[in-house]
């Protein structure tokens, strides 16, 4: 069965998207402590001169969700490969008390 997450990815510098952006959101389990996160689905959104805040619907197999587990979202925007913003925390949805929406708050990449 599917269920979706929601929400908008959004950050804070005055600076307009280029038409080329890319932005990718990702809902990960984060249980284990000391490993890389595994991705259980993702999103693409390709703005085409939108700009922020973007909103986004994720939609994942409910099959795949463990009520124990830590689940976050994650979201980076890049442009030509380029990263430019990134989540910089983490942002726990589904399970635990944890929202299906949530807005994404991203920070400016380090060049």
């Not at 950050?11 to 990702?26: F, K, W």
């Not at 259980?40 to 959104?45: A, K």
């Not at 430019?84 to 942002?91: E, G, K, M, S, W």
């Amino acid at each position: 069965m599917k269920d979706s997450i929601t929400g908008t990815v959004a950050y804070r510098e005055r600076m307009a998207l280029s038409p080329t952006a890319v932005v990718r959101v990702q809902l990960q389990d984060a249980s284990l402590q000391d490993v890389a996160a595994i991705v259980i689905d993702s999103v693409t959104i390709r703005p085409n001169g939108r700009q922020v805040p973007l909103p986004f619907t994720l939609r994942y197999d409910t099959a795949r969700i463990q009520p124990n587990n830590t689940y976050t979202l994650q979201a980076r925007i890049t442009d030509g490969g380029r990263l430019l913003f990134r989540t910089d925390v983490a942002y726990p949805v589904l399970t635990r008390g944890n929202p299906k929406r949530v807005d994404l708050q991203l920070r400016r990449a380090s060049n």
